[in-house]
């Protein structure tokens, strides 16, 4: 049994299509999808502003809220919660330059529009948190935008949110690159920098995902530490990553085992989970996987995690400091490495 409540989104489950390829696989329907996600023991689903109201862009404010609450209704249906909706602003024409820090003023009001929009769908699906992966944030000609500038956009952007709802919080979900080469917000540290800049650091947080860290150069452990020391964790996207190339979306734990056992033992340690937050996955089937297939990555993901879980409730404290103690780490570390490979 799982101390943890888990989440996940409806594009963990896709077509297969890359930067080189078209889909190897068929479409499954929401429903169907989330259908699944329950089945296989997932608490909490995470939207795109589109996955919950598609073709938003022609709807009014009132249409938009009412396809939301059809939504909520088909989760109260399978008894899900919604963890957070995150504005898509990377696939529309009014984002080729970015959203909230594009240079075009009408393109920032459209990202802001698609904000305040995601405000009003999580609202409708019941839930308070909004996540803001910044995908174009950033630049891939350095000297097309100013860093002080965009950063001072970003902050406008997150406070014109906190001022349109007083509960709504939002979690910045950080990334180096890609698709942008330099990022705004690249990791968690500046997440809490840009929080603090706010007119409410209190309801602006971080969510760390795996791969992000590591294409900093980055221990996601380290980083899932950091966030919780400023009590600003509130989400996390595990998946694994080999090395720093383009986001893999890996399953969890398949490439790094230490490393997903100590991202699991930090947030383990400091009470994750308490206050309602979910552990979500962010992961891609390898794209030769077959359609029966769809949703392999997400059973071994969570399998791994829990499985992890598990290590850590054996892991020996008493052992442990004892090797603190006597400052002798290759012990622990011959220790951790035997907790691991032992059945
Ligand atoms: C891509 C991101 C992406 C976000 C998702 C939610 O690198 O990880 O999957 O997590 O769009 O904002
Ligand atoms: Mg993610």
Known sequence: MSRFKYSVGPWNVHEGADAYGPATRETIPFEEKIKSFKQMGFDAIQFHDDDAVPDMNNMTQDEIIGEAKKVKALLDKYDLKAEFVAPRLWMDKHTIDGGFTSNSKEDREFAMWRAFRSIDIANALGCDKIVLWLAREGTICYESKSPVQTTKWLIEAINRMLEYDKKIKIMIETKPNEPVDRSVCPTLGHAMAISSATIDPSRVGGLLESAHAMLAGLDPASEIGFAM????????????????????????????????????????????GKNGEYIGLDVKVMRTQKQDGSYKHLENSLKIAKMLEEKIMKFDYEFQKKCVEERDYETLEMYVMELLMKG
């Not at 986001?247 to 997903?260: C, I, M, P, Y």
Request: aromatic share 12%; no cysteine; proline share 0%.
């Open 229 to 272: 020391a400023m009590g600003k964790l509130w989400g996390v996207h595990l998946n694994d990553q080999n090395g720093m190339k383009f986001d893999q979306d890996k399953s969890f734990g398949v490439e790094n085992l230490r490393t997903a056992f100590n991202q699991m033992k930090v947030l383990m340690e400091n009470g994750f």
